[in-house]
């Protein structure tokens, strides 16, 4: 099926361009000639796959995070610890492409407290995100690697904050890709052993 | 002094002028014309005071932090844990004041990521912020609020990540102000007995 495999890659190929805008120009700049200019395509062929400015921004947020799912689907599955672990170090700016990942989506979050149509956007996927957090600690639970008596829906929403709140220090030097590691691991080790007080 | 007040007001006033514009329209529209638009004065009387974008930004940044501290100040300062709980608190969005300063906040953060001018600020600011968590945390275990084993810094850190990661969903309306307090109390019950896994 060549012409649907053309449709996403073209739509891909779109949404790449966004984020792109994103980063270096801001959310501001995203327009039709813009996307078109830096995807090296027509405004006409733009048009053809993304009706408004709002639709490009919607497809480039489920890009963005799409990408960041299909590598946590490449951690171990079996192991819900280390899986929940390698979904919060995937949103973290450790590496190139997930700072550039965190600039993009620290724009989209910015955006969302402003934008009824991002904050909407936003407000829909991530109980998605919260909801895939608090069914691995519930493995982790089940499995005896996390605390039996942790809430899963509070210790979802407490980790994603903190998820969350490393990566724009991170991504000003304040903290080093190894601090901001130690940070999540000292977390995950309290709701391991919540005896542990120091690490 | 007069002449000291009114500079000092005035400079307040261009300040304020420069967050309601950035909440309305973002950092983009920062400009000597809108400024002064909004502030309801002269072009050539903002240019008295701010010779520069830059330096409207740093101090409106600036003029934002002293609001915060401002009211942290106004909690007891005899008790380190509750005046770290109030730290924490007035930089939550848990009223309007405090939504409308958590709005332009990350308005600033996430163009600290790729402003190297605003990056610099907020690393110059960042560690002031990390140093005032980690003194009441010290403070706070000497009194034998917190447990004595937590490392200072490394909560402070994790705290501020929390504080940093909440504003943002609860900006949304995806949680509530109980939600976030709920948050921030069950972190802190922790700190104080670690054995505790939920609340």
């Given amino acids: 099926m ?21 980063d ?3 959310l501001d700049s995203v327009s039709l000639r813009e996307v078109a ?4 395509i027509s405004m ?3 048009q053809h796959y993304f009706a408004t400015k709002e ?21 171990d599955q079996h192991d819900p610890l280390r899986l929940l672990r390698a979904a919060i170090l995937e949103v973290l700016p450790l590496d190139e492409t997930r700072r550039f990942e965190a600039r993009v ?3 989209f979050l910015a955006r969302s407290v402003v934008s009824d149509e991002l904050g909407a956007m936003v407000r829909a996927g991530l109980p998605l995100v919260l909801g895939f957090y608090a069914g691995q600690i519930r493995a982790a639970q089940a499995a005896g690697q996390l605390a039996a008596g942790l809430d899963p829906d509070q210790e979802a929403r407490a980790l ?6 490393l990566g724009q220090p991170a991504l000003i030097g304040l903290y080093s890709p190894h601090d901001v590691i130690a940070l999540v691991d000292r977390h995950l080790a309290r709701l391991a052993n919540p005896s542990i007080t120091s690490a």
Same sequence: chains 1, 2.
């Fill in 105 to 107: 989506g620290l724009a």
């Fill in 2 to 22: 060549p012409k649907i495999v053309d449709h996403q890659a073209r739509r891909l190929l779109i949404a790449e361009a966004v984020h792109r805008i994103i």
């Fill in 160 to 165: 994603f904050a903190l998820a969350q709140g």
């Fill in 24 to 26: 270096a120009k801001g």
């Fill in 55 to 75: 639709e490009m921004l919607r497809v480039a947020l489920e890009q963005l995070n799409a990408r960041i799912a299909l590598r946590v689907t490449a951690a």
């Fill in 37 to 40: 200019a830096e995807a090296g």
């Fill in 44 to 46: 006409g062929a733009v």
